[in-house]
């Protein structure tokens, strides 16, 4: 009889090219808080999630924090995502804090692959 691991292992195996697609689908977003030009990217991150999570079954709110001023430019800073899966008031309550921001990657900085192309090597 197949024990609870390996009924969870079995369900990622047959997940994996899923999984696999949307690892593929996030590395991709160049979510570089200290670069001024992918700030986008960083917004887009946080939507991408923010979208994930709905597909999940969480009501999602993206909220504004304001501005930051990098080189003088005046940039939004990338939202924060609130989320709320199940309403039960008998169930406990799990904060997670996290970031979804990465730091800058190149080639040049003696990466063997391209940062954001998920490569397996």
Same mark, same amino acid.
């Given at each position: 009889?197949?024990?609870?691991?390996?009924?969870?292992?079995?369900?990622?195996?047959s997940?994996?090219?899923?999984?696999?697609?949307?690892l593929t689908?996030?590395?991709?977003?160049?979510?570089?808080?200290?670069w001024?030009?992918?700030?986008?990217?960083?917004?887009?991150?946080?939507?991408?999630?923010?979208?994930?999570?709905?597909? =999940? &079954? @969480?009501?999602? %709110?993206?909220? !504004?924090i304001? $501005?930051?001023?990098?080189? #003088?430019?005046?940039?939004?800073? *990338?939202?924060?995502? =609130? &989320? @709320?899966?199940? %309403?039960?008031? !008998?169930?406990? $309550?799990?904060?997670?804090? #996290?970031?979804l921001?990465?730091? *800058?990657?190149?080639?040049?900085?003696?990466?063997?692959?391209?940062p954001?192309v998920? $490569?397996?090597?």
């Amino acid at each position: 009889m197949a024990s609870n691991l390996d009924k969870l292992f079995e369900y990622i195996r047959s997940k994996e090219e899923l999984y696999i697609q949307r690892l593929t689908d996030v590395v991709a977003i160049q979510s570089v808080s200290a670069w001024a030009d992918k700030r986008g990217e960083c917004i887009r991150m946080m939507e991408h999630t923010k979208t994930e999570m709905e597909k =999940l &079954g @969480c009501d999602v %709110k993206l909220m !504004d924090i304001g $501005t930051q001023d990098i080189g #003088g430019e005046s940039l939004p800073l *990338p939202p924060i995502i =609130l &989320g @709320c899966l199940g %309403k039960d008031p !008998d169930k406990k $309550t799990l904060c997670v804090y #996290g970031h979804l921001d990465v730091q *800058p990657a190149c080639v040049e900085d003696g990466w063997d692959t391209e940062p954001f192309v998920l $490569t397996e090597v």
